[in-house]
């Protein structure tokens, strides 16, 4: 079943922070975090395996809740670069693929 | 290249014609993934290689899809009597590993995909 992401937009005022939030109702083994720009490829930001472990990569984080099968991503001090569309893909048991949730469409404004 | 190629970068067909589209991953990724993208909506997958064959093809949505990774590198999709509901942007993905398991080294690698529209 697809993840469930909120919200499905938001808009920031460059140095605002953002969270982004990603729920399942399976088990999850891991949840990953990619962000896109219109017109290209997903990008990978991070992953989190269960363990309720949180990554970080400069201003951007995310932390993994496995008890209630939810993840957020953090964005700290935005900056317009960080515009586009943000999917959490989730990964179950011995399932080599990932499920994308609908997205979460950024944008931020200068 | 260094990253994943596919091609064509964009495709119009009639209804009822057949498609190939191309994904060449990049060089020594065993995995390699197929995902479809209707506008608004995330990736959903299609199909999963390790090496040349396909460990889970769970996700296609019927028979007239099909997909090929004859030597472990270049795979091809291909659509069969293509329907107007077949239209979206066709992402491949390459992985060193599975994206599961202890080893998960995480990261898909996409390719910046195959726009499909059916008429």
Redesign the interface.
């Known amino acids: 079943q697809?993840p469930v992401q909120s919200p499905q937009a938001v808009i920031l005022r460059e140095g605002e922070d953002a969270v982004i939030n990603c729920s399942s109702s399976k088990a999850l083994?891991?949840v990953?975090w990619?962000r896109q720009k219109h017109?290209?490829?997903?990008?990978?930001l991070?992953?989190l395996?269960k363990g309720g472990e949180q990554k970080g990569h400069e201003k951007i984080s995310a932390s993994f809740n496995e008890k209630k099968q939810q993840s957020s991503l953090y964005l700290t001090a935005s900056q317009l670069s960080y515009s586009g569309t943000y999917?959490c893909?989730t990964?179950s048991?011995?399932?080599?693929?990932?499920?994308?949730?609908?997205?979460t469409q950024l944008t931020v404004l200068p | 290249g260094a990253g994943?190629s596919q091609t064509p970068s964009n495709k119009v067909t009639e209804k009822g014609k057949y498609v190939e589209l191309r994904c060449d991953p990049i060089s020594g990724h065993t995995?390699l993934?197929w995902?479809r993208q209707s506008l608004?909506?995330?990736?959903?997958?299609l199909i999963?290689f390790?090496g040349t064959g396909a460990?889970?093809d769970s996700?296609l949505p019927n028979d007239r899809f099909f997909a090929v990774r004859p030597e472990g590198s270049v795979s091809t999709l291909k659509i069969q009597r293509t329907e107007r509901g077949d239209s979206a942007v066709y992402?491949c993905a390459s992985s060193p590993l599975?994206?599961?398991?202890r080893r998960?080294t995480?990261?898909?690698?996409?390719?910046?995909?195959s726009r499909l529209t059916v008429l």
């Open positions: 697809q083994y891991s990953h990619y017109g290209e490829a997903p990008v990978f991070m992953i395996l999917f893909g990964a048991g011995s399932a080599r693929q990932l499920t994308f949730g609908s997205g | 994943v995995a993934y995902y608004g909506q995330g990736p959903e997958f999963y390790q460990a889970d996700g992402l599975g994206t599961s398991g998960n995480g990261e898909l690698f996409f390719g910046e995909g």
